[in-house]
């Protein structure tokens, strides 16, 4: 199974992912820069992507802790924490950018 990733040029990134894994660790781990500051525990908000809006009503509906994060960071209509969205075979295929907040600057 796989997430398409959407870079800050536009550029689609094809990434395997294994079911299961949060979306934010699948791009973690192929080397993205996302900074998902609090590693997961929905705590940061600096893990946000935007979902493409034909795979938003495929995800489950966000808990109240991730709608509170995604207000204090400016998450827009189809914005989600990437740290909340758990790998499953109906997500194959997931198509995510990466929103200005979730991009590590470069040192």
């Known amino acids: 199974m796989h997430i398409v990733l959407v870079d800050g040029h536009g550029a689609e990134h094809k990434l395997e992912a294994l079911e299961g894994w949060r979306v934010m660790e699948v791009i973690r781990d192929h080397g993205y820069p996302i900074v998902a500051e609090c590693g997961g525990a929905c705590a940061c908000g ?7 809006p034909n795979w938003a009503a495929k995800l489950h509906e966000p808990r109240e802790d991730e709608l509170d ?5 400016y998450g ?11 790998m499953s075979e109906e997500l194959d295929g997931l198509r ?3 929103a200005p907040i979730s991009v590590k600057e470069a040192a």
């Open 76 to 86: 827009g209509e189809w914005s989600r924490l990437s740290c909340q969205i758990l």
């Open 69 to 73: 994060m995604l207000d204090e960071n």
């Open 46 to 52: 600096t893990c946000q992507v935007e979902v493409d």
């Open 96 to 98: 995510v950018r990466l």
